[in-house]
């Protein structure tokens, strides 16, 4: 069965302070990953797509990596702005039609 | 300015009733999907359609069905024999299903039980 696990449940940072979050992947057939930004009571917005191991992304404060087993959200130098759950999703299988995301990582910066 | 559109913002359901979510886009996107978010976990999904007039179960379609009669449009209707509908229901849509393509979301629906 396909599954995605994110670390932690929930971030609190300093502004400045970087750090990582977590996305581990049991998956057949991976066919992408995707990194979401979501915002209290809003729908998901698009961060990276990753489709092979290596592959990196980096969008203003945030780069995404992708090993064969777990990809990683960096963050440097965190604003508060950057507050927000961060989703993982994978795309797998044959036809590309299993769709599955991780529970998410809260994070909070703080001023 | 291309996006999808979800509505209402709210809805609320009373006991025994058949309610009906929005989804629109303009991206001229092949694939929808519908989700359901509920706290502490990830988004499940409930039905998918990669083309008109047809349409997939996900995970979780009981109780719920869907229709796509055109293209932009792709609405959920969340029958009573979905016993427990509060959640936050997210569609999204990509280029193609079978492609290495990005889901976009819109800004969800959130169903309240009365």
């Known amino acids: 069965e396909d599954q995605v696990t994110q670390s932690p449940e929930a971030l609190r940072l300093q502004e400045g302070e970087s750090s990582s979050l977590n996305c581990s992947y049991t998956v057949s057939g991976l066919r992408g990953l995707f990194w979401y930004r979501q915002d209290p009571g809003k729908g998901p917005e698009f961060l990276f797509t990753?489709?092979?191991a290596g592959e990196e992304k980096e969008k203003e404060r945030l780069k995404a990596t992708l090993t064969k087993k777990e990809s990683f959200l960096h963050i440097t130098a965190p604003k508060p702005e950057d507050s927000a759950t961060y989703l993982c999703?994978?795309?797998?299988?044959?036809?590309?039609?299993?769709?599955?995301f991780g529970p998410g990582t809260r994070l909070s910066v703080l001023p | 300015d291309g996006g999808i559109t979800q509505s209402p913002k709210y809805l609320f359901r009373k006991e025994g009733q058949n309610v009906t979510l929005s989804c629109e886009q303009n991206?001229?996107?092949?694939?929808m999907y519908w989700y359901r978010q509920d706290p502490g976990q990830g988004l499940r999904l409930i039905y998918y359609?990669?083309?008109?007039?047809?349409?997939q179960k996900g995970d979780i379609a009981e109780g719920y069905s869907v229709s796509r009669e055109k293209k932009e449009s792709f609405p959920l209707t969340v029958t009573s024999a979905q016993k427990n509908p509060t959640a936050f229901y997210l569609c999204?849509?990509?280029?193609?299903?079978?492609?290495?393509?990005?889901?976009?979301f819109g800004p969800g629906t959130r169903l309240l039980v009365l």
């Open positions: 999703a994978v795309q797998a299988g044959n036809y590309g039609q299993n769709f599955v």
């Open positions: 359609s990669q083309i008109v007039n047809d349409f």
């Open positions: 999204a849509s990509s280029i193609a299903l079978m492609r290495q393509e990005t889901q976009y």
């Open positions: 991206l001229n996107h092949d694939a």
């Open positions: 990753l489709y092979s």
